[in-house]
C-alpha cells in the first residue's frame, strides 16, 4: 500500500512456503480421517484446520505486518467464537 | 467523494488517493485495514452461530451425523479445499506482484484466482445436482431413502444453510475479483498504493477460511 511492506524484500518465498504447508496439511488431513474414526480423530482435523487459517491469517492475510490493533481485532474475533462454541456445546452435553 | 490529490509519480497512470479526514497516507492505510479486519470479524461471527448451531446439533445427532457424513462426496469436497487454498495462494501473489509493480502478472494471478472460484462453483453444484438426484434437499421437501433419520435431515439442512451461504460469498468474492481486475487493468490500482486489491484480497482468504473449517465438518469427521 502506502509503504513498502517488509515483505516484498524476501521476494515472497514465504507465500510458497505457506502454500506447502497449507496443501501438506490438507493432505495430511485427509489421510488421517481413511486411517482413523473417532473422537479424536474428529478434534485432530479441527486442529488441523486451526493451524491451516492460522497460517492463512499470518501469511496471505498478512497478519505477521500488521498493527496491533488489526491483530487485537482478529484476536477477539477468535475468542468470542471460543466462547460461543464451549458455550453451546457445554449446554447441549450437560443437560 | 471530495478527494485531496497530490501530484501524480511518474511512472504511475493514477494518482494516490487521499482523503480529506486523513493527514497521509500511512494514517488512511491503517483505517481502511484496520476497518476491513472489523467487517470479516462480523462475517466470522455470522458463521460461527451456524458453527455454533452445527456443534449443538452434532452432539445431539451424533450417530445420524455420522450416518449423513458416509454420504457425502468426499472426492468434490476435497477437490474444492485444495482449489481454494491454491486460489488463497493465486490472490496474495498477485497483490505481491503488484507491491514489485509487475502489474502483468498481477492480472494474470487475479485471473486464475477467478478460474479457481468459478471451478469451486462448478463443482459444488454438481455435488449439490447429485444430492437433490436422491431426494437429499433442504426444508420439507427432504425425501431420502437412504437417510431418513429426523438428524440426518437436520445435517443436510445445515450444509445447505452453511455451504449455501458460502457459496453466496463465493460469488460475492468472485465479483470483487473482477472489480479488482478492472482497476488493475486501469491503472487505478498502483504499485505505490492498491489499498482495494488488499481488501479484496483479505474477503478471499476469509471464504477460504470459512471453507478450511466447512470440510471436515461436513465431509471428514464420520
Redesign the interface.
Known amino acids: 500500500m502506502t509503504t513498502e511492506p517488509k515483505t516484498a524484500a524476501t521476494g515472497g518465498v514465504h507465500y510458497v512456503v505457506a502454500l506447502a504447508v497449507l496443501l501438506a496439511l490438507t493432505a495430511t488431513s485427509f489421510a488421517l480421517s481413511r486411517v482413523a474414526a473417532g473422537g479424536a480423530s474428529h478434534w485432530l482435523a479441527l486442529a488441523i484446520a486451526a493451524i491451516k487459517v492460522m497460517v492463512v491469517g499470518y501469511v496471505f492475510m498478512h497478519l505477521r505486518e500488521a498493527t496491533f490493533a488489526t491483530r487485537l481485532v482478529a484476536l477477539v474475533v477468535l475468542l468470542f467464537i471460543a466462547i460461543l462454541c464451549a458455550g453451546i456445546v457445554a449446554d447441549v452435553a450437560l443437560r | 467523494m471530495t478527494t485531496m490529490t497530490p501530484p501524480p509519480d511518474p511512472g504511475e497512470a493514477a494518482p ?1 488517493r487521499l482523503e480529506p479526514q486523513f493527514a ?3 494514517r ?3 483505517a481502511v ?2 476497518g476491513m ?2 467487517f ?2 462480523s462475517e ?2 455470522l458463521f ?2 451456524l ?3 452445527y ?2 446439533y452434532r ?2 445427532y451424533s450417530a445420524d451425523f455420522t450416518a449423513a457424513l458416509h454420504h457425502q462426496n468426499l472426492l468434490i469436497g ?1 477437490a474444492n ?2 482449489v481454494l ?2 486460489s ?2 493465486t ?3 498477485a497483490i ?1 506482484r503488484l ?2 509493480g509487475d502489474r502483468r502478472a498481477c492480472l494474470v494471478f487475479l485471473a486464475i484466482t477467478m478460474v479457481l472460484g468459478a471451478l469451486f462453483l462448478a463443482f459444488k453444484a454438481i455435488e449439490y445436482g447429485d444430492h437433490f438426484a436422491h431426494g437429499v434437499v433442504p426444508g420439507r421437501g427432504y425425501a431420502s431413502a437412504e437417510l431418513p433419520a429426523r438428524g440426518a435431515r437436520v445435517f443436510f439442512n445445515l450444509y445447505f444453510l452453511m455451504t449455501g451461504l458460502h457459496a453466496l460469498h463465493m460469488i460475492g468474492g468472485l465479483a470483487v475479483m473482477g472489480w479488482l481486475v478492472t482497476r488493475v487493468a486501469r491503472r487505478r490500482a498502483t504499485p ?4 482495494e486489491l ?1 481488501m479484496g ?2 474477503y478471499w ?2 471464504v ?2 470459512v471453507w ?2 466447512l ?3 461436513f465431509y ?3
Open positions: 494516490r497521509d497516507l500511512a488512511q492505510e491503517h485495514r484496520l479486519w472489523v470479516l470479524g466470522v461471527l460461527a452461530g458453527f455454533a448451531l456443534a449443538a452432539t445431539e476435497t479445499t485444495f487454498i491454491i488463497s495462494f490472490v496474495a501473489w505481491h507491491r514489485h505505490a498504493y492498491h489499498a488488499e484480497g483479505l482468504h476469509l477460504d477460511s478450511i473449517f470440510w471436515p465438518l471428514l469427521t464420520g
